[in-house]
C-alpha cells in the first residue's frame, strides 16, 4: 500500500496564478483533510471531507476550493495563489471521524507563492 | 472551542536520559488527545492517543503519555532518549471530526 500520496512536491507559482493539489489514499478511507503548515503554528486545518462527493470548510478556508468525486481522491485548488498561502500543505486521511481515529498524513507538498 | 498548548518550542536531551514533551489542553467534555512526531521533509507520523481508560497511554517507538486531567495535561515521555528521536513533535486535541494541533516543540537528542 502507498498510504497517502501527494502530487506534486513542490511548486512556485506566481500571484494570481492558479493550480490544483491532487491528494490520493488507497486506505479505502472515508474521511480526507487539507493542513497546512506555517513555522511556528502547527497545522491548521483548511477543508475537510467525511466522503465521496461532500466538503466542509476548516479553520482557514478562504481563497481555497476542494473536491472529491471519488473517495480516493481529494483536490485542493488555489483559484488565485497569494503570497499569504506560501506554506508547506498537507493531505490526510482517517478511517472515521478525525476527531478519534488516527489520521494517516501524505508527505507534503511545498508551495511557493512570489 | 477547543485548544491545545505546548508551552517549549525546543527541548533539548542527551542521548540515554529520558524526555518530556509537554502539552496543555482546554477542552469542553472528555477530552480526545493525540501525539504525532514529524521527521525532517515528511508528514506527521502518528504516536498515540488518549481517549478513555488508563492515565499512562503506551504507544509507538518506547513512547508514552500521561493523562493528568486535574493538571489539564498530556505530557509525552520516553525513559531513555534516542538520537533518532530528534524531530518535531506534535499535540492535538479531537472534536468529532476534527484535529486540532498545538504549534509543535522540536525536540533535539545530543548524542
Known amino acids: 500500500n502507498a498510504g497517502v500520496t501527494q502530487t506534486p512536491k513542490f511548486r512556485v507559482l506566481k500571484t494570481g496564478q492558479s493550480m490544483t493539489l491532487l491528494c490520493a489514499q488507497d486506505m479505502n478511507h472515508e474521511y480526507m483533510y487539507w493542513y497546512r503548515q506555517d513555522p511556528g503554528m502547527g497545522l491548521r486545518l483548511i477543508h475537510y471531507s467525511v466522503g465521496e462527493g461532500t466538503t466542509a470548510k476548516g479553520e482557514v478556508p478562504d481563497g481555497y476550493n476542494v473536491s472529491r468525486l471519488k473517495k480516493q481522491n481529494f483536490l485542493l485548488g488555489l483559484e488565485s495563489a497569494a503570497p499569504s498561502q506560501t506554506s508547506v500543505y498537507f493531505c490526510a486521511s482517517s478511517q472515521g471521524q478525525g476527531g478519534t481515529y488516527e489520521q494517516y498524513f501524505g508527505p507534503g507538498t511545498r508551495l511557493t507563492v512570489t | 472551542a477547543q485548544s491545545v498548548a505546548q508551552p517549549e518550542d525546543q527541548v533539548n536531551v542527551a542521548e540515554g536520559n529520558p524526555l518530556t514533551v509537554k502539552c496543555t489542553y482546554s477542552v469542553s467534555g472528555n477530552p480526545y488527545l493525540f501525539w504525532y512526531v514529524q521527521y525532517p521533509n515528511r508528514g506527521l507520523q502518528f504516536l498515540l492517543k488518549?481517549?478513555?481508560?488508563?492515565?499512562l497511554v503506551k504507544g509507538s517507538y518506547g513512547f508514552e503519555a500521561e493523562f493528568n486531567k486535574s493538571q489539564t495535561s498530556f505530557h509525552l515521555k520516553k525513559p531513555s532518549a534516542l538520537v533518532s528521536d530528534s524531530a518535531l513533535y506534535f499535540c492535538?486535541?479531537?472534536?468529532?471530526?476534527?484535529?486540532?494541533f498545538g504549534s509543535g516543540t522540536q525536540l533535539t537528542v545530543l548524542p
Open positions: 488518549y481517549i478513555t481508560g488508563d492515565n
Open positions: 492535538a486535541s479531537g472534536s468529532a471530526r476534527q484535529l486540532t
